[in-house]
């Protein structure tokens, strides 16, 4: 018995970087998943590009933590997701997974990875 080829794993990492930090660290998260198709989309694409985040087989988040929370380009990204969850449950049974980055030291990075964590559970990822 011949086994199938299998596809590679796909993987969009969605994200905002507002001063280049965590479009880098996008990049090497990308780079760091050698063998899957990986494609970056910024989080201001990604309402344009809703067909090729329902075609991954995992969603990576990245987002710079601003005052305590996700940037606003981020969030707008996230709100904009409502109606996939809601009425048709697009991204249900997907691997997620988040990044942050900041320059404060009080803690907030934790903060907006509940937020990350939060989100994927409102669209029923693991």
């Known amino acids: 018995m011949v086994d199938a080829p299998v596809a590679p794993v796909k993987i ?3 994200y905002h970087s507002g ?3 965590t479009a880098r660290i996008a990049d090497a ?5 050698a063998g899957a198709c990986v494609e970056l989309v910024t989080a201001e694409e990604a ?9 991954a087989d995992a969603i990576i988040m990245g987002t ?3 005052m305590g929370s ?8 996230m ?8 009425v048709d449950k697009r991204w249900a049974g997907k691997i997620a997974a988040g990044f942050t ?4 030291r009080g803690g907030d990075k934790q903060n907006s990875l509940v937020q990350l964590m939060t989100f994927a559970a409102q669209h029923q990822m693991h």
């Open 64 to 66: 710079p933590t601003y």
């Open 101 to 104: 980055n900041g320059a404060s």
């Open 12 to 14: 969009v990492v969605v």
């Open 29 to 33: 998260v990308a780079r760091g998943a």
């Open 70 to 77: 996700l940037s606003a380009p981020f969030k707008a990204f």
């Open 19 to 21: 001063y280049g930090h």
């Open 79 to 86: 709100d904009a997701t409502s109606h996939l969850q809601y």
């Open 47 to 55: 309402p344009g590009r809703w067909s090729t985040l329902d075609g």
